[in-house]
Protein backbone atom coordinates (compact mmCIF):
# COMPACT_ATOMS: atom_id res chain seq x y z
CA UNK A 1 0.00 0.00 0.00
CA UNK A 2 1.54 3.30 -0.82
CA UNK A 3 1.68 5.74 1.99
CA UNK A 4 -0.76 8.63 1.32
CA UNK A 5 -1.11 11.79 3.78
CA UNK A 6 -4.25 11.97 4.68
CA UNK A 7 -4.57 15.46 2.97
CA UNK A 8 -3.89 13.67 0.07
CA UNK A 9 -6.22 10.77 0.58
CA UNK A 10 -9.05 13.16 1.12
CA UNK A 11 -8.17 15.28 -1.52
CA UNK A 12 -7.81 11.54 -3.87
CA UNK A 13 -11.81 11.34 -4.55
CA UNK A 14 -11.92 15.06 -5.87
CA UNK A 15 -9.06 14.52 -7.97
CA UNK A 16 -10.04 11.25 -9.48
CA UNK A 17 -13.75 12.85 -10.41
CA UNK A 18 -12.22 16.15 -11.64
CA UNK A 19 -10.04 13.58 -13.94
CA UNK A 20 -12.75 11.83 -14.88
CA UNK A 21 -15.02 14.83 -15.23
CA UNK A 22 -12.62 16.57 -17.19
CA UNK A 23 -12.20 13.60 -19.12
CA UNK A 24 -15.45 12.95 -20.06
CA UNK A 25 -15.10 10.82 -23.39
CA UNK A 26 -15.83 13.82 -25.99
CA UNK A 27 -18.04 12.57 -29.10
CA UNK A 28 -19.45 15.41 -31.12
CA UNK A 29 -22.18 12.84 -32.48
CA UNK A 30 -25.70 14.21 -32.17
CA UNK A 31 -26.78 11.85 -29.89
CA UNK A 32 -23.75 10.81 -27.31
CA UNK A 33 -24.70 8.22 -24.51
CA UNK A 34 -27.09 6.10 -23.13
CA UNK A 35 -30.11 7.62 -24.67
CA UNK A 36 -29.38 5.54 -27.54
CA UNK A 37 -29.87 2.31 -25.49
CA UNK A 38 -33.31 3.68 -25.66
CA UNK A 39 -34.00 3.77 -29.37
CA UNK A 40 -34.15 7.69 -28.96
CA UNK A 41 -33.45 9.33 -32.53
CA UNK A 42 -31.44 12.69 -32.37
CA UNK A 43 -34.69 14.52 -33.12
CA UNK A 44 -36.27 12.73 -29.72
CA UNK A 45 -33.13 13.84 -27.96
CA UNK A 46 -32.76 17.44 -28.97
CA UNK A 47 -36.66 17.88 -27.86
CA UNK A 48 -35.93 16.24 -24.36
CA UNK A 49 -32.41 18.67 -24.34
CA UNK A 50 -34.02 21.65 -25.59
CA UNK A 51 -35.09 23.48 -22.04
CA UNK A 52 -31.33 22.93 -20.84
CA UNK A 53 -29.89 24.40 -23.61
CA UNK A 54 -31.91 27.24 -23.46
CA UNK A 55 -31.23 27.65 -19.84
CA UNK A 56 -27.70 28.54 -20.08
CA UNK A 57 -27.70 29.51 -16.14
CA UNK A 58 -28.91 27.08 -13.13
CA UNK A 59 -28.46 27.07 -9.26
CA UNK A 60 -27.09 24.55 -7.52
CA UNK A 61 -28.14 24.18 -3.75
CA UNK A 62 -25.80 21.76 -1.28
CA UNK A 63 -27.94 21.68 2.02
CA UNK A 64 -28.24 19.29 4.43
CA UNK A 65 -27.03 17.93 8.04
CA UNK A 66 -23.52 18.72 7.39
CA UNK A 67 -24.85 22.63 6.95
CA UNK A 68 -25.52 21.99 10.46
CA UNK A 69 -22.44 21.36 10.89
CA UNK A 70 -20.72 24.65 9.15
CA UNK A 71 -17.24 22.80 8.59
CA UNK A 72 -16.61 22.81 12.56
CA UNK A 73 -16.46 19.50 14.40
CA UNK A 74 -15.26 19.65 18.51
CA UNK A 75 -14.12 22.68 17.96
CA UNK A 76 -11.79 21.27 15.26
CA UNK A 77 -12.58 23.27 11.37
CA UNK A 78 -12.23 20.60 8.55
CA UNK A 79 -9.77 22.07 6.12
CA UNK A 80 -11.99 20.33 3.50
CA UNK A 81 -15.62 21.49 1.81
CA UNK A 82 -18.47 21.56 4.12
CA UNK A 83 -20.36 18.53 2.79
CA UNK A 84 -17.37 16.08 3.41
CA UNK A 85 -16.63 16.89 7.15
CA UNK A 86 -17.87 13.19 8.02
CA UNK A 87 -15.82 11.58 5.83
CA UNK A 88 -12.63 14.42 6.13
CA UNK A 89 -12.69 14.22 10.27
CA UNK A 90 -13.55 10.86 10.39
CA UNK A 91 -16.74 11.30 12.42
CA UNK A 92 -18.73 7.82 13.67
CA UNK A 93 -21.88 7.71 12.57
CA UNK A 94 -23.27 7.34 15.77
CA UNK A 95 -21.71 10.92 16.88
CA UNK A 96 -22.53 12.34 13.08
CA UNK A 97 -25.90 11.60 13.95
CA UNK A 98 -26.28 14.09 16.85
CA UNK A 99 -26.90 16.72 13.89
CA UNK A 100 -30.15 15.09 13.64
CA UNK A 101 -31.40 16.57 16.33
CA UNK A 102 -30.35 19.84 15.95
CA UNK A 103 -30.97 20.33 12.36
CA UNK A 104 -34.13 22.74 12.62
CA UNK A 105 -34.32 24.77 9.58
CA UNK A 106 -37.11 27.39 10.31
CA UNK A 107 -35.79 30.42 8.38
CA UNK A 108 -35.98 27.81 5.33
CA UNK A 109 -38.30 29.66 2.62
CA UNK A 110 -38.98 27.89 -0.85
CA UNK A 111 -40.40 30.83 -2.34
CA UNK A 112 -37.68 33.11 -1.20
CA UNK A 113 -34.73 30.54 -2.56
CA UNK A 114 -36.77 30.20 -5.95
CA UNK A 115 -37.09 34.15 -6.01
CA UNK A 116 -33.50 34.62 -5.48
CA UNK A 117 -32.61 32.55 -7.93
CA UNK A 118 -35.29 33.66 -10.93
CA UNK A 119 -33.97 37.16 -10.22
CA UNK A 120 -30.16 35.94 -11.02
CA UNK A 121 -31.63 34.88 -14.14
CA UNK A 122 -31.20 31.11 -13.48
CA UNK A 123 -33.78 28.65 -15.43
CA UNK A 124 -33.27 26.08 -13.08
CA UNK A 125 -32.55 24.31 -9.19
CA UNK A 126 -30.51 21.73 -9.16
CA UNK A 127 -30.68 20.54 -4.63
CA UNK A 128 -29.21 17.51 -2.85
CA UNK A 129 -31.77 14.93 -1.93
CA UNK A 130 -28.96 13.09 -0.97
CA UNK A 131 -25.10 13.66 -0.10
CA UNK A 132 -22.27 11.45 0.46
CA UNK A 133 -23.39 11.49 4.13
CA UNK A 134 -26.70 9.07 3.07
CA UNK A 135 -29.15 11.67 4.84
CA UNK A 136 -32.55 12.19 3.01
CA UNK A 137 -33.41 15.82 2.69
CA UNK A 138 -36.58 14.27 1.90
CA UNK A 139 -39.31 12.08 4.52
CA UNK A 140 -38.57 9.24 3.27
CA UNK A 141 -40.84 5.91 3.83
CA UNK A 142 -37.80 3.43 3.64
CA UNK A 143 -35.26 5.29 5.95
CA UNK A 144 -35.04 7.24 9.13
CA UNK A 145 -31.86 8.64 8.02
CA UNK A 146 -33.71 11.54 6.83
CA UNK A 147 -35.24 14.58 7.66
CA UNK A 148 -38.48 13.26 9.17
CA UNK A 149 -35.99 12.06 12.01
CA UNK A 150 -35.33 16.19 12.64
CA UNK A 151 -37.04 18.64 14.76
CA UNK A 152 -38.45 20.01 11.60
CA UNK A 153 -41.49 18.06 10.36
CA UNK A 154 -41.71 19.45 6.54
CA UNK A 155 -40.78 18.60 3.48
CA UNK A 156 -38.76 21.00 1.70
CA UNK A 157 -38.34 19.26 -1.28
CA UNK A 158 -42.03 19.28 -2.16
CA UNK A 159 -42.49 23.50 -0.80
CA UNK A 160 -39.32 23.89 -3.53
CA UNK A 161 -41.11 21.52 -6.21
CA UNK A 162 -44.10 23.83 -5.27
CA UNK A 163 -42.74 27.37 -5.39
CA UNK A 164 -40.60 26.21 -8.49
CA UNK A 165 -44.09 25.43 -10.32
CA UNK A 166 -45.12 28.97 -9.94
CA UNK A 167 -42.29 30.86 -11.06
CA UNK A 168 -41.39 28.73 -13.71
CA UNK A 169 -38.51 27.71 -12.74
CA UNK A 170 -37.38 23.77 -13.42
CA UNK A 171 -36.79 21.33 -10.46
CA UNK A 172 -33.75 19.00 -10.31
CA UNK A 173 -32.40 16.45 -7.81
CA UNK A 174 -28.67 16.18 -6.95
CA UNK A 175 -28.65 12.30 -5.83
CA UNK A 176 -25.30 10.29 -4.59
CA UNK A 177 -24.44 7.29 -5.67
CA UNK A 178 -21.82 6.96 -2.87
CA UNK A 179 -23.44 6.73 0.71
CA UNK A 180 -21.03 6.58 3.68
CA UNK A 181 -24.33 5.53 5.92
CA UNK A 182 -25.86 3.56 4.25
CA UNK A 183 -25.07 -0.55 6.31
CA UNK A 184 -24.90 -2.23 2.74
CA UNK A 185 -23.46 0.31 0.81
CA UNK A 186 -19.62 -0.73 -0.21
CA UNK A 187 -17.10 -0.04 0.64
CA UNK A 188 -17.42 0.23 4.63
CA UNK A 189 -16.05 3.44 5.40
CA UNK A 190 -13.66 2.88 8.16
CA UNK A 191 -14.83 4.98 10.45
CA UNK A 192 -18.43 4.09 10.37
CA UNK A 193 -19.08 2.51 13.51
CA UNK A 194 -22.53 1.25 12.67
CA UNK A 195 -21.50 -0.91 9.84
CA UNK A 196 -22.75 -3.68 8.34
CA UNK A 197 -21.16 -7.29 9.19
CA UNK A 198 -22.77 -8.48 6.48
CA UNK A 199 -23.12 -5.83 3.73
CA UNK A 200 -24.95 -6.42 0.85
CA UNK A 201 -24.29 -3.82 -2.32
CA UNK A 202 -27.12 -5.54 -4.13
CA UNK A 203 -29.38 -4.54 -1.63
CA UNK A 204 -28.02 -1.41 -1.45
CA UNK A 205 -28.62 -0.90 -4.93
CA UNK A 206 -32.25 -1.83 -4.33
CA UNK A 207 -32.47 0.83 -1.45
CA UNK A 208 -31.18 3.69 -4.04
CA UNK A 209 -33.53 2.67 -6.45
CA UNK A 210 -36.55 2.79 -3.92
CA UNK A 211 -35.00 6.65 -3.09
CA UNK A 212 -35.17 7.72 -6.62
CA UNK A 213 -38.72 6.14 -7.16
CA UNK A 214 -39.96 7.83 -4.20
CA UNK A 215 -37.88 11.31 -5.57
CA UNK A 216 -39.33 10.62 -9.23
CA UNK A 217 -42.82 9.97 -8.11
CA UNK A 218 -43.61 12.35 -5.69
CA UNK A 219 -42.67 15.56 -6.82
CA UNK A 220 -43.82 15.66 -10.12
CA UNK A 221 -41.95 16.34 -13.25
CA UNK A 222 -38.53 16.95 -12.77
CA UNK A 223 -35.88 18.58 -15.05
CA UNK A 224 -32.54 16.54 -14.28
CA UNK A 225 -31.56 13.64 -12.08
CA UNK A 226 -27.59 14.88 -11.29
CA UNK A 227 -26.00 11.87 -10.20
CA UNK A 228 -22.69 12.00 -8.37
CA UNK A 229 -20.24 9.80 -6.27
CA UNK A 230 -20.10 7.37 -9.25
CA UNK A 231 -16.04 6.67 -9.06
CA UNK A 232 -15.94 4.20 -6.12
CA UNK A 233 -14.91 0.32 -7.61
CA UNK A 234 -17.95 -1.06 -6.41
CA UNK A 235 -20.38 1.08 -8.76
CA UNK A 236 -19.87 -0.55 -12.44
CA UNK A 237 -20.67 0.33 -15.70
CA UNK A 238 -23.50 -1.92 -16.33
CA UNK A 239 -24.68 -0.63 -13.07
CA UNK A 240 -24.88 2.87 -14.61
CA UNK A 241 -26.31 1.83 -17.47
CA UNK A 242 -29.14 -0.19 -15.42
CA UNK A 243 -29.82 3.20 -13.53
CA UNK A 244 -30.18 5.57 -16.22
CA UNK A 245 -32.47 2.86 -17.75
CA UNK A 246 -34.36 2.56 -14.40
CA UNK A 247 -34.65 6.89 -13.96
CA UNK A 248 -35.22 7.36 -17.21
CA UNK A 249 -38.30 4.89 -17.26
CA UNK A 250 -39.66 6.50 -14.54
CA UNK A 251 -39.84 10.27 -16.30
CA UNK A 252 -38.94 9.79 -20.15
CA UNK A 253 -38.17 13.43 -20.45
CA UNK A 254 -35.61 13.61 -17.40
CA UNK A 255 -31.66 14.11 -18.46
CA UNK A 256 -29.40 12.31 -16.65
CA UNK A 257 -25.77 13.57 -16.57
CA UNK A 258 -22.60 11.83 -17.04
CA UNK A 259 -21.99 11.03 -13.29
CA UNK A 260 -24.41 8.26 -13.61
CA UNK A 261 -20.60 6.45 -14.20
CA UNK A 262 -18.24 8.38 -15.93
CA UNK A 263 -15.41 5.76 -16.02
CA UNK A 264 -16.91 4.02 -19.65
CA UNK A 265 -15.02 1.25 -20.49
CA UNK A 266 -13.13 1.36 -23.91
CA UNK A 267 -15.76 0.68 -26.85
CA UNK A 268 -18.57 1.61 -24.60
CA UNK A 269 -21.47 4.34 -25.51
CA UNK A 270 -20.73 6.90 -22.69
CA UNK A 271 -23.45 7.10 -20.10
CA UNK A 272 -25.52 10.10 -19.41
CA UNK A 273 -26.92 13.17 -21.43
CA UNK A 274 -24.18 15.86 -20.91
CA UNK A 275 -20.90 16.04 -19.17
CA UNK A 276 -20.18 17.77 -15.72
CA UNK A 277 -16.56 19.57 -15.64
CA UNK A 278 -16.57 20.78 -12.48
CA UNK A 279 -14.98 23.71 -10.80
CA UNK A 280 -13.22 24.54 -14.55
CA UNK A 281 -14.26 26.01 -17.77
CA UNK A 282 -12.63 23.78 -20.69
CA UNK A 283 -10.82 25.72 -22.80
CA UNK A 284 -12.61 25.37 -26.38
CA UNK A 285 -15.56 23.76 -25.01
CA UNK A 286 -16.43 19.97 -27.14
CA UNK A 287 -17.49 21.34 -30.31
CA UNK A 288 -21.08 21.00 -31.60
CA UNK A 289 -23.79 18.79 -30.84
CA UNK A 290 -22.03 17.74 -27.17
CA UNK A 291 -23.81 19.05 -24.46
CA UNK A 292 -21.81 20.19 -21.06
CA UNK A 293 -22.29 21.96 -18.02
CA UNK A 294 -19.80 23.95 -15.68
CA UNK A 295 -20.58 23.42 -11.95
CA UNK A 296 -19.31 25.87 -9.34
CA UNK A 297 -18.83 26.94 -5.88
CA UNK A 298 -18.87 31.07 -5.19
CA UNK A 299 -16.12 30.19 -2.47
CA UNK A 300 -14.45 27.23 -1.99
CA UNK A 301 -17.13 24.91 -0.23
CA UNK A 302 -20.25 23.43 -1.82
CA UNK A 303 -21.81 22.87 1.71
CA UNK A 304 -21.75 26.20 3.98
CA UNK A 305 -18.89 26.53 6.00
CA UNK A 306 -19.13 29.61 8.15
CA UNK A 307 -15.28 30.18 7.91
CA UNK A 308 -14.96 30.14 4.05
CA UNK A 309 -15.58 34.11 3.08
CA UNK A 310 -13.15 33.49 -0.01
CA UNK A 311 -15.86 34.35 -2.51
CA UNK A 312 -15.66 35.20 -6.33
CA UNK A 313 -16.03 38.40 -7.12
CA UNK A 314 -19.30 39.33 -9.34
CA UNK A 315 -17.45 40.10 -12.00
CA UNK A 316 -15.35 36.88 -11.89
CA UNK A 317 -18.96 35.19 -11.89
CA UNK A 318 -21.08 37.32 -14.68
CA UNK A 319 -17.76 36.71 -17.10
CA UNK A 320 -17.63 32.48 -16.36
CA UNK A 321 -21.23 32.60 -17.54
CA UNK A 322 -20.27 34.25 -20.56
CA UNK A 323 -16.97 32.20 -21.04
CA UNK A 324 -19.04 29.29 -20.25
CA UNK A 325 -22.22 30.31 -22.64
CA UNK A 326 -19.32 31.16 -25.58
CA UNK A 327 -18.30 27.88 -25.68
CA UNK A 328 -21.90 26.10 -25.49
CA UNK A 329 -22.30 25.04 -22.24
CA UNK A 330 -24.31 25.90 -19.32
CA UNK A 331 -23.26 27.55 -15.83
CA UNK A 332 -24.38 25.31 -12.32
CA UNK A 333 -23.66 28.15 -9.79
CA UNK A 334 -23.56 26.63 -5.86
CA UNK A 335 -25.12 28.58 -2.52
CA UNK A 336 -24.62 26.55 0.41
CA UNK A 337 -27.63 27.69 2.58
CA UNK A 338 -26.89 27.37 6.99
CA UNK A 339 -28.58 25.12 8.91
CA UNK A 340 -31.34 27.85 9.52
CA UNK A 341 -32.43 27.70 6.40
CA UNK A 342 -30.80 30.78 4.58
CA UNK A 343 -28.43 31.43 1.72
CA UNK A 344 -25.30 33.35 2.86
CA UNK A 345 -25.96 37.40 2.96
CA UNK A 346 -22.54 37.07 0.18
CA UNK A 347 -24.26 34.35 -2.17
CA UNK A 348 -27.18 36.56 -2.08
CA UNK A 349 -25.76 39.93 -2.73
CA UNK A 350 -23.50 38.13 -6.04
CA UNK A 351 -26.87 36.61 -7.22
CA UNK A 352 -28.95 39.89 -7.18
CA UNK A 353 -25.80 41.74 -9.35
CA UNK A 354 -25.92 38.93 -11.68
CA UNK A 355 -29.40 39.21 -12.28
CA UNK A 356 -28.63 42.95 -12.64
CA UNK A 357 -26.10 41.90 -15.36
CA UNK A 358 -28.83 39.87 -17.06
CA UNK A 359 -31.79 41.50 -17.10
CA UNK A 360 -30.04 43.99 -19.48
CA UNK A 361 -28.11 41.19 -21.13
CA UNK A 362 -29.94 37.75 -21.20
CA UNK A 363 -30.92 37.96 -24.42
CA UNK A 364 -27.40 37.22 -25.17
CA UNK A 365 -26.97 34.51 -23.10
CA UNK A 366 -30.25 32.54 -23.40
CA UNK A 367 -30.61 30.36 -26.14
CA UNK A 368 -27.41 31.07 -27.37
CA UNK A 369 -24.92 29.13 -29.31
CA UNK A 370 -21.30 28.45 -29.40
CA UNK A 371 -18.98 31.08 -30.53
CA UNK A 372 -18.67 30.86 -34.70
CA UNK A 373 -14.77 32.30 -34.23
CA UNK A 374 -12.02 29.17 -34.11
CA UNK A 375 -9.76 31.92 -31.54
CA UNK A 376 -10.63 33.58 -28.87
CA UNK A 377 -11.55 37.14 -29.34
CA UNK A 378 -8.79 39.84 -27.25
CA UNK A 379 -11.14 41.90 -25.90
CA UNK A 380 -13.97 39.55 -24.85
CA UNK A 381 -16.29 36.51 -26.06
CA UNK A 382 -18.94 36.16 -28.71
CA UNK A 383 -22.18 34.38 -28.55
CA UNK A 384 -24.43 33.24 -31.77
CA UNK A 385 -28.20 32.68 -32.66
CA UNK A 386 -29.26 31.17 -35.85
CA UNK A 387 -32.71 31.17 -37.19
CA UNK A 388 -32.91 30.34 -41.05
CA UNK A 389 -30.64 32.20 -43.19
CA UNK A 390 -30.11 35.11 -40.36
CA UNK A 391 -27.27 34.72 -38.00
CA UNK A 392 -26.76 37.07 -34.86
CA UNK A 393 -23.60 37.75 -33.03
CA UNK A 394 -23.43 38.75 -29.52
CA UNK A 395 -20.01 40.27 -28.97
CA UNK A 396 -19.64 40.49 -25.19
CA UNK A 397 -16.52 43.29 -24.72
CA UNK A 398 -14.54 42.95 -21.48
CA UNK A 399 -11.99 45.31 -22.22
CA UNK A 400 -13.37 48.33 -23.80
CA UNK A 401 -11.65 50.09 -26.35
CA UNK A 402 -10.10 53.46 -25.68
CA UNK A 403 -10.53 55.16 -29.23
CA UNK A 404 -13.61 54.62 -30.15
CA UNK A 405 -13.60 51.32 -32.26
CA UNK A 406 -13.63 47.82 -32.05
CA UNK A 407 -12.31 45.51 -34.28
CA UNK A 408 -13.80 41.67 -34.70
CA UNK A 409 -10.64 40.07 -36.32
CA UNK A 410 -11.15 37.59 -39.46
CA UNK A 411 -14.64 39.34 -39.95
CA UNK A 412 -14.97 39.44 -43.69
CA UNK A 413 -19.05 39.51 -44.16
CA UNK A 414 -20.72 43.14 -43.39
CA UNK A 415 -23.39 43.03 -41.10
CA UNK A 416 -26.90 44.52 -41.95
CA UNK A 417 -26.99 45.92 -38.56
CA UNK A 418 -25.05 46.89 -35.37
CA UNK A 419 -25.94 48.07 -31.62
CA UNK A 420 -26.08 48.40 -28.29
CA UNK A 421 -27.70 45.79 -26.50
CA UNK A 422 -28.78 48.44 -23.73
CA UNK A 423 -29.79 50.94 -26.27
CA UNK A 424 -33.55 50.06 -26.50
CA UNK A 425 -33.77 52.21 -29.17
CA UNK A 426 -31.28 49.88 -31.31
CA UNK A 427 -28.89 53.41 -32.61
CA UNK A 428 -27.40 51.61 -35.96
CA UNK A 429 -23.31 51.61 -35.30
CA UNK A 430 -21.20 52.45 -38.05
CA UNK A 431 -18.89 49.49 -39.53
CA UNK A 432 -16.85 48.98 -42.15
CA UNK A 433 -14.70 45.47 -43.34
CA UNK A 434 -10.74 45.87 -43.78
CA UNK A 435 -8.28 43.84 -43.91
CA UNK A 436 -7.99 43.26 -39.90
CA UNK A 437 -11.53 42.41 -40.06
CA UNK A 438 -14.64 44.61 -39.28
CA UNK A 439 -14.53 47.30 -37.25
CA UNK A 440 -16.92 48.80 -35.36
CA UNK A 441 -17.30 52.64 -34.21
CA UNK A 442 -18.38 52.56 -30.38
CA UNK A 443 -18.73 55.05 -27.92
CA UNK A 444 -16.03 55.84 -25.89
CA UNK A 445 -17.39 55.00 -22.09
CA UNK A 446 -18.52 51.19 -21.84
CA UNK A 447 -22.43 50.97 -21.26
CA UNK A 448 -20.94 47.79 -18.55
CA UNK A 449 -18.25 47.94 -16.57
CA UNK A 450 -17.97 43.98 -16.53
CA UNK A 451 -19.00 43.38 -19.83
CA UNK A 452 -20.96 45.53 -22.36
CA UNK A 453 -22.67 43.25 -25.20
CA UNK A 454 -22.69 44.52 -28.82
CA UNK A 455 -25.30 42.99 -31.19
CA UNK A 456 -24.90 41.93 -35.01
CA UNK A 457 -27.42 40.55 -37.29
CA UNK A 458 -26.41 39.37 -40.55
CA UNK A 459 -28.47 38.27 -43.67
CA UNK A 460 -25.83 36.54 -45.29
CA UNK A 461 -23.66 33.33 -44.35
CA UNK A 462 -20.17 34.37 -42.21
CA UNK A 463 -17.04 35.10 -44.01
CA UNK A 464 -14.43 34.46 -40.98
CA UNK A 465 -10.79 34.21 -41.50
CA UNK A 466 -8.51 33.69 -38.59
O1 LIG B 1 -17.83 14.97 -3.65
C1 LIG B 1 -18.72 15.84 -4.33
C2 LIG B 1 -18.70 17.22 -3.73
O2 LIG B 1 -19.06 17.17 -2.38
C3 LIG B 1 -19.69 18.09 -4.50
O3 LIG B 1 -21.01 17.58 -4.38
C4 LIG B 1 -19.28 18.16 -5.97
C5 LIG B 1 -20.28 18.97 -6.77
O4 LIG B 1 -20.20 18.62 -8.11
N1 LIG B 1 -19.21 16.77 -6.51
C6 LIG B 1 -18.33 15.87 -5.82
C7 LIG B 1 -16.87 16.22 -6.02
O5 LIG B 1 -16.58 16.16 -7.39
Not at 65 to 88: C, F, K, P
Not at 339 to 351: D, M, N, Q, T, Y
Not at 378 to 397: E, F, I, N, S
Request: with cysteine; proline share 7%; charged share 20%.
Amino acid sequence: MIPVSSHLRRLLPCLLVLILGMAWPVRAEKAPGAGSFLNETPAQRDARMKWFREARFGLFIHWGLYSQAAGEWDGRQTSGAGEWIMNDLKIPDSHYAKLVPQFNPVKFDARQWVALAKNAGMKYIVITSKHHDGFGLYPSALTDWCIKSTPFQRDPLKELAAACREAGITLCFYHSIMDWHHPDYLPVKSWNDEANPNPDFDRYVAYLKGELKELLTRYGPLGILWFDGDWEKTWTYDRGLDLYKYVRGLQPQIIVNNRVHRHVPAGKPSLGDYGTPEQTIPANGYGPGVDWETCMTMNDTWGFKKQDQNWKSPEILIRNLIDIASKGGNYLLNVGPTGEGLIPEASVERLQSMGDWMRVNGEAIYSTTASPFQQQLPWGRCTKKTKGRATTLYWHVFNWPAGGELTVPGLKTSPRKVWLLSDKKKHALATKVSENGLSIAVPNAAPDAISSTIVAQFNKPLDISQ
